[in-house]
């Protein structure tokens, strides 16, 4: 248990400006989300940017990846929450069966193809679960563009899995934030299912 404390503080001593302030806009994020802001994409762009740079130095190639595609996401979601001045914005809802089938593909297809993209052409040393928490992400992502409520399944299981991932590569706060955003996501889905109680009723 020493050793662990031990090596957790080594490595908060350790961590760079730029991961700290990427922390801190990751965890305003996932705030905006809670509380269903649209505020969430700005604050969660600038968040990403700043991962991919770390996450690149870090080997995570996955990871990196798919923080690219939380940038072109976020813009689609942004766009898909406001859409045009004269119409609502789209409203919080249940997935239906086609979007969960859509969901299931981005995860384990994204999750195989991942896995052979990082083998055959990185130098990844943990090529399964960089893979899978990129897929299950992914899917976690696309569902949260569409005000999906089961979008927080899918990002915490990804969490599930990223925590140990990040800490094992020496990037402690994002394992910490990482922790942070499972929690938080958790009264995400609460939240949001009983929004679209709501709406559906």
């Known amino acids: 248990m020493e050793t ?5 503080l080594e490595q ?19 705030l905006l989300a809670r509380a269903n802001k649209v505020a969430l ?32 996401m976020s813009v689609y979601g942004w766009y898909h929450w406001v859409k045009k001045r ?5 409203k919080v809802s249940f997935a ?15 999750w195989g193809l991942l896995y052979i993209l990082l083998v055959k052409y990185t130098p990844s040393t943990v090529p399964i679960m960089d893979a899978w928490v990129s897929s299950t992400a992914w899917a976690g992502m696309w569902l949260l563009a569409r005000r999906k409520v089961e979008n927080w399944v899918l990002l915490n299981v990804s969490n599930l899995f ?3 991932l990040l800490f094992h590569k020496h990037l402690v706060m994002f394992s910490v934030l990482t922790l942070i955003l ?3 996501a958790i009264f995400g889905y609460v939240d949001w299912r009983k929004i679209a109680k709501g709406e559906k009723a």
């Open 96 to 110: 239906t069966r086609q979007e969960w089938i859509i969901t299931l593909l981005i995860s384990f297809v994204g």
């Open 4 to 8: 662990w404390a031990h090596i957790f």
């Open 162 to 164: 990223a925590i140990p």
């Open 86 to 90: 004269n119409e609502p914005p789209v």
């Open 41 to 72: 994409y700005p604050t969660g762009i600038a968040a990403t940017l700043i991962s991919i740079y770390l996450l690149l130095n870090a080997h995570l190639f996955a990871e990196s990846a798919l923080n690219v595609y939380y940038v072109v």
């Open 12 to 30: 908060v001593k350790a961590t760079s400006l730029l991961e700290w302030l990427a922390v801190l806009l990751g965890v305003a994020e996932v």
């Open 182 to 184: 499972f929690i938080v």
